[in-house]
């Protein structure tokens, strides 16, 4: 599953900001079990505005992670508090099978 959230950067910080302290958070969260990965990206026209993807093998495993509340991962967390708004967008199950269409040159 993929659990996805949007953040918003307050005026007078910077994404990159952020980014020093979501890979320190990232860094940990990935040493649990099930964790497959995370990925921070900027939107496009809007360098103030980010969305974080968390890929787990299942729900179950993101809830065992956030049931164990690391306080060294909550710690850094409440650092970047101050200055971002975070807004889950919600949690996402990866599907059995995936169709894409295949891109040929014309």
Known sequence: MQYIFE???KEGHSAE???V???RASKLIQRAPGALGT???RCVGDPNRLIAIASWESKAHRDAMEAQHDPQIDHIIRS???FVEVQPIGEFERPEWLVKPSVSAN
Do not use: K
């Open 17 to 19: 900001e952020y980014a």
């Open 80 to 82: 970047a508090a101050p």
């Open 7 to 9: 953040v918003r950067i």
């Open 39 to 41: 990925e921070l990206r």
């Open 21 to 23: 302290i979501w890979v």
